[in-house]
């Protein structure tokens, strides 16, 4: 049964950073692709960054330069430097893990950026 863990949520001035850790478990068969998404209250849950097993990388056009998606394979963790934080990005942010036939979310973990 694969399980994803995020971690590193918190509530950070407008301008800081946070690192966002999301460690699996379990067997995952065959490349996949890793990514964050988030969802703002009232509004839909949103791609912020993926990664591929080949470490391509693609980013939405508004955390572009500021956040930094890798992925440690040796270690199952995928994890997201934010950087520049803006109140705009404050959501709940969840780990995603998705191969050709299966999809895996994690619980969420809370990101609260104050002016």
């Known amino acids: 049964q694969v399980q994803l863990v995020e971690s590193g949520g918190g509530l950070v001035q407008t301008g800081g950073t946070l690192r966002l850790s999301c460690a699996t478990s379990?067997?995952?068969?065959?490349?996949?692709?890793m990514g964050w998404y988030r969802q703002a209250p009232g509004k839909q849950r949103e791609l912020v960054a993926t990664?591929?097993?080949?470490?391509?990388?693609n980013y939405a056009d508004s955390v572009k330069g500021r956040f930094t998606i890798s992925r440690d394979n040796a270690k199952n963790t995928l994890y997201l430097q934010m950087n520049s934080l803006k109140p705009e990005d404050t959501a709940v942010y969840y780990c995603?893990?998705?191969?050709?036939?299966?999809?895996?979310w994690g619980q969420g973990t809370q990101v609260t950026v104050f002016s």
């Open positions: 995603n893990v998705q191969t050709s036939r299966l999809s895996w």
């Open positions: 379990g067997s995952i068969f065959g490349p996949n692709t």
């Open positions: 990664i591929t097993a080949g470490v391509y990388t």
